[in-house]
């Protein structure tokens, strides 16, 4: 079960986009005074590139920064479709992270090469200070699909073969690695996901509501995505 979840509603997608850039900066800000370090996972999908290119524009102790993956596609070096490639695009380019600090999921390896590669990154990370994610129109999060079973193996990658969306093959952090840090946002923009949000806000078993998180976990969504009934 998810601990006390926050939910946020604002008018639109900018506003959720200004907010948790501001708060971002901020967490960055608090975790780097504590531990000298932010640990930041990205999700990767269309809604959070509003966030990434504000992210861009902004001052920060880049140095500190430290980035993950929370799912890619097994997809070539520099393809279009890549998380990684819309992140760099976006944000990691325009900004002084250090590279041996970005931690791509090596997907052009293939779903097995690249999950055993990134597996030893996830575990000496964690705990993470900040997972973003968002939520796709089934309920799903990263590349965590319904209906998949998820190997019994208590592991922090998991292999996707047969994904809903294409393409069919991934590599994603399992629930139990998004969950293992300090603050989780989840962003949900658009008309297209209001079932599924409400379906989460009742209890309903999506693979949304199996991640968690240690200290905070903040739900922002747009008057589109908002429950009307």
Not at 116 to 124: C, F, G, L, Q, T
Request: with cysteine; glycine share 4%.
């Amino acid at each position: 079960m998810q601990n006390n979840i926050e939910w946020q509603q604002f008018e639109t997608a900018d506003l959720i986009a200004q907010i948790v850039c501001e708060r971002i900066l901020a967490l960055a800000k608090d975790a780097i005074a504590e531990h000298g370090q932010f640990k930041f996972v990205l999700a990767g999908g269309k809604t959070p590139e509003k966030v990434y290119r504000l992210l861009a524009k902004s001052d920060a102790d880049w140095s500190k920064w430290f980035i993950y993956h929370g799912d890619e596609r097994c997809l070539p070096i520099g393809h279009a479709d890549r998380n990684s490639v819309m992140a760099a695009n976006t944000f990691l380019n325009e900004v002084a992270i250090p590279k041996n600090q970005i931690f791509d999921m090596p997907t052009e390896l293939g779903t097995e090469e690249s999950a055993a590669a990134y597996r030893p990154i996830v575990r000496a990370a964690m705990p993470f200070d900040l997972v973003l994610l968002g939520m796709g129109e089934d309920g799903h999060t990263a590349s965590l699909f319904p209906n998949h079973v998820q190997d019994e193996v208590d592991d922090v990658i998991y292999t996707v073969y047969f994904s809903p969306k294409p393409p069919a093959e991934r590599i994603t952090m399992s629930a139990k690695a998004l969950s293992n840090t300090h603050c989780c946002f989840f962003l949900i923009n658009g008309a297209n996901k209001r079932t599924a949000l409400k379906m989460w806000r009742k209890g309903d078993d999506l693979p949304v509501t199996s991640v968690n998180a240690l200290q905070n976990l903040v739900v922002f969504f747009d008057k589109a995505a908002a429950d009307v009934d």
